[in-house]
Structure formats: C-alpha cells, structure tokens
C-alpha cells in the first residue's frame, strides 16, 4: 500500500475539536479522520457520518440463527428420528422456543461482533498506524491526508490547525 | 449539543479528574508490580483452586460415590453450587446491558469489573454440570453433533438441554460484550507500554486507533449487544428455573419460579459485585471512581431484589396452604420446620430481613455495613438454592425413601475449588485488564464530574442563571 503523509493536529477539548471540525466542514476541508479517546457525542453529523448499519446486519445473522434451530429441530423430531416424549406432539413448538431464542442471540451477536471487527479492519495481532500515542489518552485528533498536496495546500491546512484551536501541529508518515 | 448537569445529580467521579489524570489512575494498578497483599491474595486463591482440581480429579477417578448423593437426594451441593454461581453471573451483564438502555450513568464504574466476575462465575457454574454427570469423559453427548449412534440426537424438549444453550450462549455473548469494551482501552495500555507489555497489549487491543467511524460503529455495535443481553440475562435464570419447574416434584412445579429466580440472581450477583468492588476500590485506589454514589446505588437495587425476592418466598408459601394440595402444604411446612429448618431461617434472615436496613439512606452509604450485607447475601442465596433443592429431594412422596443428606470434603472441597478459580481469574484481571472502563468514565466526566456537577454546579447555576455547562453547538 502507498504511504500517506498525514498532517494533524491535536486539541485539549472535545468541545474545540467539534467547533474545529463544523469550521474544516464549513470551509470544505478534506478531513481524513478524527480520532478521540472516547466517543465523542455530536462528532458523527458534524463529520457527516451516516448511522451504522450493524443493526441490520444482526437482524439478518439473528434470523439465520432462529431459521437454523427452529428448523434444525423441526427436521430431526419429525423427520431424523420422532420419538415421543411424555405423550407431546412429536413437533412440540412450545418446547423448542428456548433454544431458538437462545441460537437467535447467540448468531446475532457473534455475526456482529465478527462483522465489527471485520469492517474496522481490527482483529487479533493487527497493528494499525497511531499518529500520537496521546490519542488514546487525553488528545483530540484532525487529521488530513497531506500526501498529494503543494506547500502551498499544507500550509493554509497547517494554518485552520492553528486558528482553529490545535494545541500542537506535526505530520508523519504512514 | 449542551449538556446541562442537574445540580441535584450528584457527582459520579470525584476529585476534580481530568482526562489525563482518568487515565493515570485506572492505568496505575496494571502498570506497577504486584503489592504484596495482591501476592498474597493470589496465592491462596492458588491454593484454593489446586485443593478443588485435585477434589474434581478424585471426583472422577473414584466416581460420584465420593459425594454424599444418595438415591432419594440426587442433586446435593452440586447443583445448589451451579445455580449459586449462574445467579452471580448475572449482574455484570445486567449492569452493562440493562442499565445502558436505561442510561444509567453510573454504571460505567463498575461495568468492567462486573462483566469480568459474570465471565468467571459462569466458568465456575459450568463447571458442575460437567462433572455431575459422573462419567465426564462422555460429556460430549451433551451436544447435538452428528454421531454414528444413529445419529441420535439429544433431546431438544428437555430443560436440561435449553439450560446448556442458555448457559452457552450466555457466556459467549458476555465474553463477546465484555471484550469489544476492552479493545479501546487496552489501546490507551498499549500507548503507554513499552517492550514486551507493548507487544501484548498490541495483540489485545485489536489495532484499535479511535478513529471516529470505529466509534461509530463501537456504539451501535455496544448498544444492539446490550439489547440482545437483556432478553438473554432474563432467559438464562428463566431457563435454570425450568430445571426445577417442568419437573412434578412439589415444592419446585411452581410458575412462579422464572420471575422469582430472575430476581433471586440480580440479587446476589449484585452482593457479590459490592464484595469485590468494595474491595477493589480500596485496593486499587478507585475511590474517586467508585464512589458512595455507585454504592447507594447499587444498595437500592438490592434492597428492591432483595424485597422481590422476599415476596416470591411468602407467595410460594400462600399458594402452597391456597393451593389445598397436601403434597404442596407439606413441602413447605418441610422447608420452613422440616430437618433443614436452620436453612430456611439463614435464607429468609439473611435475603428478606437483613437487606431492609438499606431504607435507610444512612446504611447505603455506610461501606462497613454495605460489605457486611454483601456477604450476608451471598451466604442467604446460597441457603435458598439449598433450601430449594436438597430440602426438598430429601422428603420425597413416599415416606419410606426419605433420606437425610450432608456433603463429603469432596463437596465441599469443589466448592472451595470454584472460590478459589473464581478469585484467581479476577485477581489476574485486575493485574492485565483496566478495571473501570476508562473511555466510558471520560465520556461521563462532564456530564458527572464533581467540579461540573453537584455543589459545584449549583455555583456555576447561581451565576450563570440555567445554563451549568454549555458545549458549543
């Protein structure tokens, strides 16, 4: 993958860092990404970040999970080997609701916990690049994609940093 | 977006806390070497875990005849233990899921240290099942996999069975919940570390960099697992009561068992979390973190349980005498007055009477008598699953098979084994693992602060007329 020279800069407050991003927004500024210690409430319209669609995706795992048992039983009480238990019908649709809600849970939760990390590009033993250690600690990050920009674009971008609140300005290469 | 703080909220996180300061404190206990007292601590829960492994290998090398089982009391400590610790296992999951919907800010305290404890006291409960069934080396007939005896399936109509889902699913999905949490925060570790630790908590955090998508995604992510663990939490103890419920014994066939067990194990799940973070918070010098409020809180929620609970206990013994059913009457004049009377009395003094003192606001704010009642509880909900099981098989319907029964050092020795598993994996947390959710706690410190919040937002009210805290629009 091509390196990017990233140039960013670092805020003290989540409150300045909001009002930094509505202004790059406003003056139509390519942010590459922000990144904060914590979730930042506010930062994802601002950002013009559209809600997830991890939700959806639970759904369609959650229905493959109750498809899954709720069939998987049907199939081997009625088809596989029907025996009678205390007398009940051998397709007892009240006592298989445990297990289907149970498999539901359990398929919605893992496709999307899997899903998550899979979209975010995370998992065991990845190593993303870190522009500051501090960010996962009390630093508030904007940071543009610098790579293809004259001096004369990295500078005006190195200026919005300043005025709009950055408490320190730095680039590096990724 | 403002977020205007009630003057009347008090505080959640106190000493005047900045994000640095958020990070150094919950950092520290990982990040030093082992007290002596941790040392300590860690060593005897050793101890404890090795005499319970070499009690489970007696088990299975001798059989289950070195329990003191017998053909009228089928399910002894064994069982009573299993439900002990499923119960348990409940709060952590209730704290992170439930009162994340509701919004509960104080949850963000105590929430890692919770799901932690549901994590370790579900592996002690699972533990049983699998060696209850005496012959262990077969215990993979509890899954339905395809097998060349037929294949023949397991029986997907048996509680028993739903209880394995339950229990399965329960403990993946918590695992799951409680690591995704982790990830940003062994991120902040990994920031800090060097070396080997940064190698290690490298691997742990996933790649995690805050990127404002990921958190995005972390929300909506932690917010659908939250509503699948609630549905979830309530099934599994639901589920356990179906053990008890579907069976025809009197004393257990009752309808009231699911809501009545569910209660049971918010109860003492949240006594069990009050023990340890009561501890913990002194240990590890989380006051400013774990503060009076997370305790009254969490009192209050025992106190209701508690009173739940003692509700159920009086309904059981009202239907029963309403019921007109002499079977029903007798198993409960057998628990309340019967040979295992004294548990009767450890479960209702201990469950029922003993958790009222926390009407008074005085008493859930006092750490000395809050740590007592959280062991008051544990040792009470124990009792009940005793009460409910032994007591109950041990006067069965016909007077000729009545039995008496008292645990071998084998029981016992399981049981002090599970403690000692218990405390091992959860002294071990606390050395890797950041204890409170430190992104969690910096979301919430505007917002519960102490010098946003409380008397000092009273000032700020004064002065500024309404508007405490404004965060630009």
Redesign the interface.
């Known amino acids: 993958m091509k390196n990017k020279t990233v140039l960013f800069g670092l805020y003290d407050d989540?409150?300045v860092l909001?009002?930094a991003v509505?202004d790059a927004r406003e003056k139509h500024l390519d942010i590459m990404?922000?990144?904060?210690?914590?979730?930042?409430?506010?930062?994802?319209p601002i950002?013009g970040?559209e809600?997830?669609r991890?939700?959806q995706a639970?759904f369609v795992y959650?229905a493959i999970g109750t498809l899954t048992a709720f069939l998987?039983?049907t199939w081997?009480?009625t088809r596989?080997?029907p025996?009678i238990?205390?007398g009940?019908p051998y397709w007892?649709v009240p006592?298989?609701i445990?297990?289907t809600?149970?498999?539901t849970?359990?398929f919605?939760?893992?496709g999307?916990?899997v899903t998550?990390?899979a979209?975010?590009?995370?998992?065991?033993?990845?190593?993303?690049?870190?522009l500051d250690?501090?960010?996962?600690?009390?630093k508030f990050c904007i940071a543009f994609d610098v790579a293809d920009a004259d001096d004369d674009e990295v500078n005006s971008l190195k200026q919005f940093l300043k005025d709009s609140g950055a408490s320190e300005i730095s680039s590096k290469t990724i | 977006m403002s977020a205007t703080v009630s003057p009347i909220r008090e505080p959640l996180i106190t000493g005047r806390k900045d994000y640095h300061q958020i990070t150094e404190d919950i950092c520290a206990p990982s990040e030093r070497t082992p007290s002596l007292s941790w040392l300590v601590a860690f060593i005897v829960a050793v101890s404890f875990l090795s005499f319970g492994v070499f009690c489970i290998l007696w088990t299975i090398w001798f059989g289950i005849g070195t329990w003191n089982l017998n053909r009228t009391v089928g399910w002894g400590w064994d069982i009573t233990n299993f439900v002990w610790w499923i119960g348990i296992g409940h709060a952590g999951t209730l704290i992170s899921a439930i009162l994340l919907l509701f919004r509960q800010k104080w949850r963000t305290g105590v929430n890692r240290a919770a799901e932690a404890m549901t994590i370790f006291a579900v592996i002690c409960a699972a533990l049983f099942p699998g060696i209850h069934v005496g012959r262990i080396w077969v215990v993979f007939y509890f899954f339905p996999y395809p097998n060349t005896r037929g294949p023949l399936w397991v029986n997907f109509n048996s509680p028993l069975l739903w209880d394995l889902f339950a229990i399965s699913t329960y403990f993946t999905v918590s695992l799951l919940f409680w690591y995704t949490g982790l990830v940003p925060d062994f991120a902040t570790l990994r920031d800090r570390a060097t070396g080997l630790r940064k190698k290690l908590y490298n691997f742990l955090s996933f790649g995690w960099t805050g990127a404002a998508k990921h958190w995005l995604r972390f929300e909506s992510l932690s917010l659908v697992l939250a509503g699948l663990a609630t549905p979830l939490v309530l099934s599994v103890h639901t589920i356990v009561s179906f053990d008890f419920a579907t069976s025809v014994i009197p004393g257990w066939h009752t309808t009231i068992f699911p809501p009545y067990f569910v209660a049971g194990a918010i109860f003492s799940g949240f006594a069990m979390v009050l023990t340890l973070m009561l501890i913990t918070r002194k240990v590890l010098k989380l006051e400013d973190y774990i503060t009076i409020e997370h305790i009254d809180s969490m009192n209050k929620v025992i106190l209701l349980t508690g009173t739940i609970v003692g509700v159920a206990y009086l309904t059981e013994l009202f239907i029963a005498w309403y019921s007109g059913y002499i079977y029903e009457q007798f198993a409960f004049m057998n628990r309340v007055q019967g040979i295992y009377w004294w548990a009767y009395l450890a479960m209702m003094s201990c469950n029922v009477l003993s958790p009222q003192i926390f009407w008074s606001r005085k008493m859930r704010r006092n750490i000395t008598v809050t740590f007592l009642m959280s062991i008051f509880v544990n040792i009470g909900m124990w009792f009940e699953r005793f009460v409910i099981i032994p007591t109950t098989l041990a006067r069965d319907y016909l007077p000729s098979s009545w039995s008496y029964y008292s645990p071998t050092w084998v029981e016992i020795g399981i049981f002090l084994g599970t403690l000692g598993i218990f405390f091992t994996l959860y002294l071990a947390f606390t050395r890797v693992a950041p204890v409170v959710a430190i992104a969690e706690v910096k979301a919430i410190l505007k917002t519960a602060g102490d010098q946003y919040t409380g008397e000092s937002a009273k000032r700020a009210h004064s002065s500024h007329h309404g508007s405490t805290i404004e965060t630009p629009h």
């Open positions: 989540e409150e909001l009002s509505k990404d922000v990144f904060t210690p914590f979730p930042v409430h506010g930062l994802d950002l970040l809600e997830s991890l939700h639970g959650g998987f039983m081997v009480f596989d080997w025996i238990f205390g009940k007892s006592a298989f445990p297990i809600f149970e498999v849970v359990l919605a939760s893992i999307m916990v998550y990390y979209i975010n590009g995370q998992g065991p033993g990845v190593t993303n690049p870190v250690d501090r960010i996962t600690d009390d």
